[in-house]
């Protein structure tokens, strides 16, 4: 079975850092897409960030030039570094994987997502 388990998530100051961490457990080969989304009150659940298994990342706008997304497919686990950031950043954190290959060879092409995890940003 496959679990996504995020952590890093806290209460920052505003123009603060925050790391966030998801790691990938089960009997996993390989996750094509590891990516993070959030989901602020009221609003909808939106992509901050993608990271594909060939290198190839994608950044919302909102994050772009203060985000960066990175992964370490040898501990199936992917990151989120964040800087400058802003009361509007509060949110819950969800990390994504996408299109997995399990043994002995099977691709799954659904998304399995974590519970996620509380970043709040104070002004």
């Known amino acids: 079975q496959v679990q996504l388990v995020e952590s890093g998530g806290g209460l920052v100051q505003a123009g603060g850092s925050l790391r966030l961490s998801c790691e990938a457990s089960?009997?996993?080969?390989?996750?094509?897409?590891m990516s993070w989304y959030r989901q602020a009150p009221g609003k909808e659940r939106e992509l901050v960030a993608a990271h594909t298994r060939v290198g190839t990342t994608n950044y919302s706008e909102s994050g772009k030039g203060r985000f960066t997304i990175s992964r370490d497919d040898s501990k199936k686990t992917v990151y989120l570094d964040m800087t400058s950031l802003k009361p509007d950043d509060t949110a819950v954190y969800y990390c994504?994987?996408?299109?997995?290959?399990?043994?002995?060879?099977?691709?799954?092409?659904?998304?399995?997502w974590g519970r996620g995890t509380q970043v709040t940003i104070s002004s």
């Open positions: 994504v994987a996408t299109g997995l290959t399990v043994p002995p060879g099977e691709f799954m092409p659904g998304q399995y």
């Open positions: 089960g009997n996993i080969i390989q996750i094509n897409v």
